[in-house]
T-cell receptor, first 115, second 113 residues
Framework: GAVVSQHPSRVICKSGTSVKIECRSL??????MFWYRQFPKQSLMLMAT?????????EQGVEKDKFLINHASLTLSTLTVTSAHPEDSSFYIC???????????FGPGTRLTVL | QQQVKQSPQSLIVQKGGISIINCAYE??????FPWYQQFPGKGPALLIA?????SEKKEGRFTISFNKSAKQFSLHIMDSQPGDSATYFC????????????FGTGTRLTIIP
């Protein structure tokens, strides 16, 4: 199979703090990882695409200085929400693909609540 | 041009019935059309996918029908079961440039006994 994990599954933090979310491909090497944000009862919105060892490509309207993405290895990507505010509260989902053009495998998501 | 339009927004089907969800796209560069199933609080999971060189693909109770000329594709769930109650998203991806998936707006499906 192709399993993607995320950690933590839920996180609650105070406004102004930073939160790091990890995305790991457990049984394959992910050349590309994607980060999505999903608000309640809405679709997935792509935030950024990251390739191992290179800078992430952010979608229009996504602040790269606020949402820091690091894809340090072929099995790990991290998303850091810096200076989080209540409006950043959302469901963050990562996905990973094995090679260019192949299927994306999604993680279970991380529920972020900013108080 | 990047949009994928999905309908209906919500759907209620009786157990044993056929659930049909429709999607339409504009970008003719799209060449991969997956459907995802998402349960509350979980990440989406690939259900079935099709490429435009075929008009239909069936996997168990799930069938994708694809109409290239109309730029439409649909998901049919036969013999719908309560366990199929979930949100379904269609998506599309272009062959070149990047691997981004463009998602539809989602359909909340409820199967009633």
């Amino acid at each position: 199979g192709a399993v993607v994990s995320q950690h933590p599954s839920r996180v609650i933090c105070k406004s102004g703090t930073s939160v790091k979310i990890e995305c790991r491909s457990l049984d394959f090497q992910a050349t590309t990882m994607f980060w999505y944000r999903q608000f309640p009862k809405q679709s997935l919105m792509l935030m950024a695409t990251s390739n191992e060892g290179s800078k992430a490509t952010y979608e229009q309207g996504v602040e790269k200085d606020k949402f820091l993405i690091n894809h340090a290895s072929l099995t790990l990507s991290t998303l850091t929400v810096t200076s989080a505010h209540p409006e950043d509260s959302s469901f963050y989902i990562c996905s990973a693909s094995k090679t260019s053009g192949n299927e994306q495998f999604f993680g279970p998501g991380t529920r972020l609540t900013v108080l | 041009q990047q949009q994928v339009k999905q309908s209906p927004q919500s759907l209620i089907v009786q157990k044993g019935g056929i659930s049909i969800i429709n999607c339409a796209y504009e970008n003719t560069a799209f060449d991969y059309f997956p459907w995802y199933q998402q349960f509350p609080g979980k990440g989406p999971a690939l259900l079935i996918a099709i490429r435009p060189d075929v008009s239909e693909k069936k996997e168990g109770r799930f069938t994708i029908s694809f109409n290239k000329s109309a730029k439409q594709f649909s998901l049919h769930i036969m013999d719908s079961q309560p366990g199929d109650s979930a949100t379904y998203f269609c998506a599309a991806r272009a062959a070149f440039g990047n691997e981004k998936l463009t998602f539809g707006t989602g359909t909340r499906l409820t199967i009633i006994p």
